[in-house]
T-cell receptor, first 117, second 111 residues
């Protein structure tokens, strides 16, 4: 049973460029959440996708956008990169459903480490 | 907005000593989850607590959810080198789909 896969694992960009990160959720999961984790910090919620719609958004600017496809996979796009966008970007998938029955528990991918120069 | 405070930020212990981390939410939570992140790794789910006053054990790990569903703790008995990492609590409120994360407690084993 494949877990969450993310690509690429590492990438280097320069300020002002754009980046697209990809995520395939765990088999059977229908919800994808994206997190930004700076070195030594906890994960910061970017947004969550369910049924191909952005359902919830954290405190991130519009430069951060995403998409969910019919097969539940997802992309995170960041435009006009800033040095401060350098971080580990984590994708987490979960199954929508009743709390306490295994739903809404996050399975994380290994992340995409973005360096902005 | 809803916040989850987690303390301490770091805890240094000798191998074999106990470790405890505490989380406190500004609002009542529908449930709380705990994750562990090893150095260089990604968060891995440990457990979910749903009921008021719930206590769950996983070998040397004991998780508690407060009666008011606003606080939680993780206690590790007789730490081992394999316990090294950062432990995060994360809670769901009742009004949105966003999991609110604590800042994490880093467990460091003294050499």
């Amino acid at each position: 049973d494949a877990g969450v896969t993310q690509s690429p694992t590492h990438l280097i960009k320069t300020r002002g460029q754009q980046v697209t990160l990809r995520c395939s959720p765990k088999s059977g999961h229908d919800t994808v959440s994206w997190y930004q984790q700076a070195l030594g910090q906890g994960p910061q919620f970017i947004f969550q996708y369910y049924e191909e719609e952005e359902r919830q958004r954290g405190n991130f600017p519009d430069r951060f956008s995403g998409h969910q496809f019919p097969n539940y996979s997802s992309e995170l796009n960041v435009n006009a990169l800033l040095l401060g966008d350098s971080a580990l970007y984590l994708c987490a998938s979960s199954l929508e459903g009743t709390v306490g029955k295994g739903a809404n528990v996050l399975t994380f991918g290994a992340g995409s480490r973005l360096t902005v120069l | 907005g809803q916040q989850v405070m987690q303390i301490p930020q770091y805890q240094h212990v000798q191998e074999g000593e106990d470790f405890t981390t505490y989380c406190n939410s500004s609002t009542t939570l529908s449930n709380i989850q705990w994750y562990k992140q090893r150095p260089g790794g990604h968060p891995v789910f440990l457990i979910q607590l749903v009921k008021s006053g719930e206590v769950k054990k996983q070998k040397r790990l004991t998780f508690q959810f407060g009666e008011a569903k606003k606080n939680s703790s993780l206690h590790i008995t007789a730490t081992q080198t394999t316990d090294v990492g950062t432990y995060f609590c994360a809670g769901y409120g009742y009004s949105n789909y966003q999991l609110i994360w604590g800042a994490g407690t880093k467990l460091i084993i003294k050499p």
